[in-house]
């Protein structure tokens, strides 16, 4: 082994949480922190850290952590609860910001045609806006009493099919780009995933269920949880082609309604917090060029920035009012599926792995995770003091 990566992990660690902190501490998601971290101790700035593949592996496993533990905090009771509106909100939500970010590119770098390498790096360009964090969101809305409204449930259960459906465009978009495939085996291999994913996730259900019936809060039930993420992970990508994080999210998909799932997720984020994690968003900073970035990319990076916050307040608002969401309710669900965060990043990381995109446009990325995540509670807390909302419940059934 390679004695210095216990030295560039040492680094990566401590500037990560550091940096973390201060990020919390100035009110900015903390992952931006350890982005930075990781921009300032890799080759673009000071250099203390080179990228490597071990460094790379882990991130990969930091990356399959999160998407399962964001499985993991589903509630599919509040999914059903809302029904068809907020599964219309979200497939709006990204379909409009998938064409505005694909039209987007194409507008700064011209179109040389469909199925060209640059017409691929547009849509992936589209497939980056389509995804959304409601972390930043959720904890807004709680602090202005407004979680459990209407508008508030709404926002939490769009953005979990948000996901979904992001993951489900972002699987097809990779799938395309190999030669060797056509979009019909591509969309024929995701929908026989979806098939499988289905029964084994019964089967997966009801076993965990017994075993948690009988071994609650134990140990065991983590580590066959974890097992079963990377094994649908595994299948996800050898077995159909789907992108592996695709198979992570449906195993905690599978397991978010037993009634340990809390206590999975608990135990996978000590194992995300402490190391994964970190060398994860520290890594998308070792990979940020910023030395490339100039004038043109600045104003992309601007231009990138407004488009995706616009294009899901239009998306999403529009269609919420639509369904006859008062327009100052509909505007809240619009301004609260704005915000970008770890899924974001996850898809970038996927496209710079694929070459859809070069690493400049990390920058953009973050740009827009800090701006989305500060822009935010800022414009939810004025909307609800201009809008406040009246059904801050659902009748109870």
């Keep these: 082994m390679d004695i210095g990566v ?3 992990l040492a680094i990566i660690i401590l500037a990560a949480k550091l940096f973390g902190i201060l990020a919390r501490k100035i009110k900015v998601p903390q992952v931006v922190g350890e982005i930075i971290a990781g921009l300032l101790i890799g080759p673009s700035v000071f250099g203390f850290v080179e990228q490597s593949d071990f460094l790379g592996i882990m991130a990969e496993i930091g990356v399959i952590i999160l998407m399962f533990s964001a499985g993991l905090g589903a509630d599919l009771k509040q999914l059903l609860k809302t029904g068809p509106v907020a599964f219309l909100i979200a ?25 060209t390498d640059q017409f691929y ?21 709680k602090e202005l009493g407004a979680l ?8 939490v259960s769009a953005a979990i099919i948000d996901d979904v459906i992001g993951i489900i465009v972002l699987t097809i978009v990779l799938g395309t780009r190999d030669e060797t495939s056509n979009p019909a085996k591509v969309c024929l291999n995701t929908l026989l995933f979806f098939v499988f994913a289905v029964v084994v996730g019964f089967i997966a259900y009801y076993v965990f269920k017994l075993i948690d019936s009988r071994h609650e809060h134990t140990r065991r039930i983590p580590i066959f949880g974890l097992s079963l993420c990377f094994a649908m992970s595994y299948i996800a990508e050898a077995v159909f082609g789907v992108a592996d994080i695709t198979g992570a999210f449906i195993a905690g998909i599978i397991l978010c309604s037993i009634r340990d799932s809390e206590y999975i997720n608990e135990k996978m984020n000590i194992s995300s917090y402490m190391l994964f994690g970190p060398v994860f968003f520290a890594s998308i900073g070792l990979k940020t060029d910023i030395s490339n970035v100039d004038f043109d990319l600045l104003w ?22 639509c369904a006859k969401f008062p327009f100052g309710d509909s505007l809240k669900i619009g301004v609260g599926m ?3 965060g770890e899924v974001a990043l996850i898809v970038t990381q996927k ?14 990325v973050i740009l827009l995770i800090m ?3 500060i822009a935010t509670p800022i414009i939810l807390k004025l909307l609800n003091k201009k809008f406040p909302e009246k059904d801050l419940v659902f009748e109870k059934e």
């Design 6 to 8: 216990l030295k560039d």
């Design 91 to 115: 497939c709006v939500g990204v379909l409009v910001p998938l064409l505005c970010g694909t039209a987007l590119y194409l507008c700064f770098y011209g179109f040389d045609g469909i199925g």
């Design 121 to 141: 790096s547009a849509v992936f360009i589209g497939c980056i806006m389509t995804a959304t964090s409601v972390s930043i969101t959720v904890e807004a809305l």
């Design 148 to 155: 459990h409204g209407k508008a508030g449930t709404t926002i």
């Design 300 to 321: 992309f990076a601007l231009a990138f920035v407004a488009v995706a916050l616009i294009s899901k307040i239009i998306g999403c608002g529009l269609v919420a009012k």
């Design 338 to 340: 704005m915000t970008r």
């Design 351 to 364: 496209g710079l792995a694929a070459g859809f995109i070069g690493a400049q446009y990390f920058s953009a």
């Design 371 to 373: 701006v989305s995540s």
